[in-house]
């Protein structure tokens, strides 16, 4: 081969290895183009997350596996026998991350009105046909009747109410449809009405009771009183009166170490108003504001489960302090359903107020009505999301006017 030949051999040799070099230099996980740091795809994940989806990202029927739960599990995991080094970094950055991501839901603090979801505008639709009409005639009077139904106002209710309400437009010659609605609506604020703070007891520790039906939320609604009551400089104890599954103690703990609560927890299949018992001992022991009392979801129908109920409420009443409130969690998702446990509830545990969650994703909120008219219990308080600080007084106005809004 001549020496020319020889040299573009060379030159062509030349090029394919520092194209190879190259080639793999971005493909070895090293290159940023290619394959950013760990931390720096979680960052880019979480920027990218929207905020407001996150509670429900993490929703699950199963909610002892709830992801948010879960996931914000204390992390005294076992040594996995991972070496020190990046992938320590790599947690340490992912936990920071968590974090802020968590205070960042943390911070959006609802507004009652601001959430309300389904709820809003349940009534619009009609509120725009009634307001049409140039007076107040019977087929106003049909709209308004189904227009309460479908917000499972009740059939019992909405017919007493119907009724005071044609005498009253009756009275006070009302003759236009919007002074029909705002008679409506002044009507039903006032049935709504009720107290919503929660009582302490004259003497330490003040004991707050959570009862109600499966999955409605009684867990999660103690870890958001506790956050609240712990933000106000109070001292909580929580107790896992729910001994059906060893994780309800575990999702309590969860939320008793976010809000810096103690925690008491018994056997597996223990007695539930033996931990709760203790739970009022120890809280006194160490003098402590607040007992928050779990328990384990129960079909109101169940004759023996609702007289355990009412032992619980006799035996946590027996020691230091007393309880003061016994607050029935019903999911605004039940419907009418909802009046049937108040009833039950209200029979073998002196229910003293109501919380109602879920209310962000559910138009069935109308339930509160006859809770309150016919069983005389306050709504006390409202979930409106997952999160710690998603729980709001009940406004018996801004509900209202939710119900009536027009949503375009
Ligand atoms: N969207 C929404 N979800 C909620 C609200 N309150 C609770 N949840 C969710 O409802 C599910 C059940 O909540 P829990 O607190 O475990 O209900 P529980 O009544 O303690 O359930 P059991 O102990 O099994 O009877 C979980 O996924 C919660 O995150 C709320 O106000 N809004
Ligand atoms: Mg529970």
């Keep these: 081969m ?12 030349l090029i394919a290895v ?28 979480l920027k990218d997350r929207p905020v407001t989806s996150y509670p429900s990202d993490s929703a699950s029927d199963d909610s002892s596996a709830g992801g948010l739960l879960v996931e914000d ?52 639709g009609y509120v725009g046909s009634i ?33 005071s309400l044609r005498a009253d437009v009756k009275k006070r ?5 919007q002074e029909l609605l705002d008679a409506l609506k002044v009507e039903m604020k006032s049935r709504l009405a009720g107290p919503t703070e929660l009582r302490f007891a004259a003497e ?46 575990e999702q309590l703990g969860t939320w008793a170490e976010r809000c810096g609560a103690d925690l008491v927890r018994g056997a597996e299949g223990g007695d539930p108003s033996s931990v709760i018992f203790d739970a009022v001992a120890s809280a006194a022991a160490s003098g402590k504001d607040v007992v928050l009392a779990d328990t384990a979801g129960r079909l109101h129908t169940k004759g023996n489960l609702m007289e355990e109920l009412a032992k619980v409420r006799r035996v946590a009443d027996k020691g230091a302090g ?47 009505l006859p809770i309150r008219s016919e069983l005389d219990i306050p709504i006390k308080l409202v979930g409106l999301g997952e999160s710690a600080l998603q729980l709001v007084d009940f406004d018996a106005d801004a509900f209202v006017e939710a119900l009536f809004e027009s949503v375009d």
């Design 204 to 249: 330490k520790p003040t004991i707050w009771l959570f009862v109600g039906v499966n999955g409605v939320g009684k867990t999660t609604t103690i870890g958001k009183v506790g956050r609240r009551l712990t933000d106000d400089g109070l001292t909580v104890t929580m107790a896992a009166g729910d001994t059906f599954r060893a994780a309800a103690a």
């Design 2 to 13: 001549s020496s020319p030949l020889i040299l573009i051999a060379i030159g062509i040799v």
């Design 131 to 163: 307001l049409s009409r140039s007076s107040i005639d019977e087929e106003t009077w049909e709209e308004l009747e189904e227009a309460m139904l479908r917000a499972d106002v009740g059939v019992n209710v909405t017919t007493e109410l119907l009724e």
């Design 173 to 177: 010659g009302l003759t236009t449809p």
């Design 322 to 368: 007393e309880v003061t409130e016994v607050l029935l969690v019903i999911d605004a998702v039940t419907g009418q359903n909802g009046l049937e446990q108040a009833r039950k509830f209200a029979e073998s545990t002196a229910v003293t107020g109501v919380v109602l969650t879920k209310l962000d994703g559910s138009a069935k909120g109308g339930v509160v």
């Design 18 to 45: 520092a194209a190879a070099a190259v080639l793999l230099t971005h493909s070895d996980g090293k290159g940023e183009a290619l394959d950013p740091p760990e931390s720096r795809r979680v960052g880019t994940a």
């Design 73 to 124: 599990a204390p992390t005294d995991s076992p040594d996995l026998g991972v070496p020190d080094g990046d992938a320590d970094g790599d947690l340490l950055e992912r936990d920071r991350i968590d974090e802020e991501f968590e205070r960042i839901i943390e911070e959006e603090r609802p507004t009652f009105s601001g959430r309300l979801g389904r709820l809003r505008g349940v009534f619009s």
